[in-house]
């Protein structure tokens, strides 16, 4: 091989080892560059975010002296008006006293105080809500409850009670609608102990036995108005002689007797010479009705002529 030809190869390789060299370490300065460029904005970040948090700390230290002294402060108002307070002597104000809107009565005597925890549309009554100290959700959960209670009982009077249409000559003075309604007693054991569950953990198991013998009894006369056996719910309308019209709810036994017998109200011939007494139409809460409006409505049966 020729010397020279060597020579000029190894020349050659030189030279592009070279100038591969010189592209790396260009291209190395421009990446460290980039690198140093990118370390620099990061760096300032940082020293942003730093600033922020600072701030952020400084304003977290100036609430937390804000709501400590806000603390004192109602801690002190609430010591000088406990100082202050007139304590209550249950041992001297167990009588009646004339200075106070209250007196003093030991939670055991509470059983043997008679009252009515509903009205007759099954509002708490005022005396209810006094003695039981009720919060107006709990006389909502009550109301509801016994709401409840009512429907379910009124839904199986629908269910058993049976018409009765009696043959007889059409009377244009008189007007009648007949249920055969059967004794339910059997039923109510279960919504007794739904109704008592129910309002335990409404208004607690202590109060709610207070109010469990009344409620029991209003129960009962909800669902077996006589008692014992089957028997008939009528409401009947009488026209009398000036013109009037007289309206009846009447119970009777199986066997026809009259058990008992509820004046309704009456629609008087003239207005004009009603004396005010009488029970308007459609019924309110107050009417002997009202409980069977489920089967009869709330409307007159007959008009006055």
């Given at each position: 091989?020729?010397?020279?030809?060597?020579?000029?190869?190894?020349?050659?390789?030189?030279?592009?080892?070279?100038?591969?060299?010189?592209?790396?370490?260009?291209?190395?300065?421009?990446e460290l560059?980039?690198?140093?460029?990118?370390?620099?904005?990061?760096?300032?970040?940082?020293?942003?975010?730093?600033?922020?948090?600072?701030?952020?700390?400084?304003?977290?230290?100036?609430?937390?002296?804000?709501?400590?002294?806000?603390?004192?402060?109602?801690?002190?108002?609430?010591?000088?008006?406990?100082?202050?307070?007139?304590?209550?002597?249950?041992?001297?104000?167990?009588?009646?006293?004339?200075?106070?809107?209250?007196?003093?009565?030991?939670?055991?005597?509470?059983?043997?105080?008679?009252?009515?925890p509903l009205?007759?549309?099954?509002?708490?009554?005022?005396?209810?809500?006094?003695?039981?100290?009720?919060?107006?959700?709990?006389?909502?959960?009550?109301?509801?409850?016994?709401?409840?209670?009512?429907?379910?009982?009124?839904?199986?009077?629908?269910?058993?009670?049976?018409?009765?249409?009696?043959?007889?000559?059409?009377?244009?003075?008189?007007?009648?609608?007949?249920?055969?309604l059967p004794?339910?007693?059997?039923?109510?054991?279960?919504?007794?102990?739904?109704?008592?569950?129910?309002?335990?953990?409404?208004?607690?198991?202590?109060?709610?036995?207070?109010?469990?013998?009344?409620?029991?009894?209003?129960?009962?006369?909800?669902?077996?108005?006589?008692?014992?056996?089957?028997?008939?719910?009528?409401?009947?309308?009488?026209?009398?002689?000036?013109?009037?019209?007289?309206?009846?709810?009447?119970?009777?036994?199986?066997?026809?007797?009259?058990?008992?017998?509820?004046?309704?109200?009456?629609?008087?011939?003239?207005?004009?010479?009603?004396?005010?007494?009488?029970?308007?139409?459609?019924?309110?809460?107050?009417?002997?009705?009202?409980?069977?409006?489920?089967?009869?409505?709330?409307?007159?049966?007959?008009?006055?002529?």
């Amino acid at each position: 091989m020729n010397p020279f030809l060597v020579i000029l190869g190894i020349a050659v390789a030189a030279l592009v080892g070279s100038l591969h060299q010189r592209n790396g370490a260009r291209n190395a300065a421009a990446e460290l560059a980039r690198l140093q460029a990118e370390e620099a904005a990061a760096a300032a970040t940082l020293s942003e975010v730093q600033a922020r948090s600072s701030a952020d700390s400084e304003r977290l230290a100036e609430v937390s002296r804000e709501l400590a002294e806000a603390m004192s402060e109602l801690r002190s108002a609430s010591d000088a008006a406990i100082r202050d307070r007139i304590e209550p002597a249950p041992a001297v104000e167990g009588a009646w006293p004339s200075d106070r809107p209250y007196f003093y009565l030991p939670k055991r005597l509470l059983p043997e105080i008679g009252f009515t925890p509903l009205t007759s549309d099954g509002e708490p009554t005022a005396e209810c809500r006094a003695v039981l100290g009720m919060t107006p959700a709990e006389q909502a959960e009550l109301k509801q409850a016994w709401a409840d209670l009512r429907l379910e009982v009124q839904e199986l009077q629908v269910r058993f009670a049976k018409r009765i249409d009696r043959a007889a000559p059409a009377d244009p003075d008189r007007r009648s609608i007949r249920f055969r309604l059967p004794n339910i007693s059997d039923l109510l054991p279960v919504l007794r102990e739904r109704l008592r569950e129910r309002l335990a953990h409404a208004i607690g198991a202590t109060r709610a036995r207070l109010i469990e013998e009344p409620l029991q009894e209003r129960l009962v006369e909800l669902g077996s108005p006589l008692a014992e056996g089957d028997g008939f719910v009528i409401y009947l309308a009488e026209r009398d002689a000036d013109g009037g019209v007289n309206h009846y709810l009447r119970f009777e036994t199986a066997n026809g007797a009259t058990a008992s017998q509820f004046h309704v109200g009456t629609l008087p011939a003239d207005p004009a010479m009603s004396d005010g007494n009488e029970l308007p139409f459609p019924i309110g809460p107050d009417s002997p009705l009202w409980n069977y409006r489920h089967l009869f409505g709330d409307q007159p049966l007959l008009r006055p002529r």
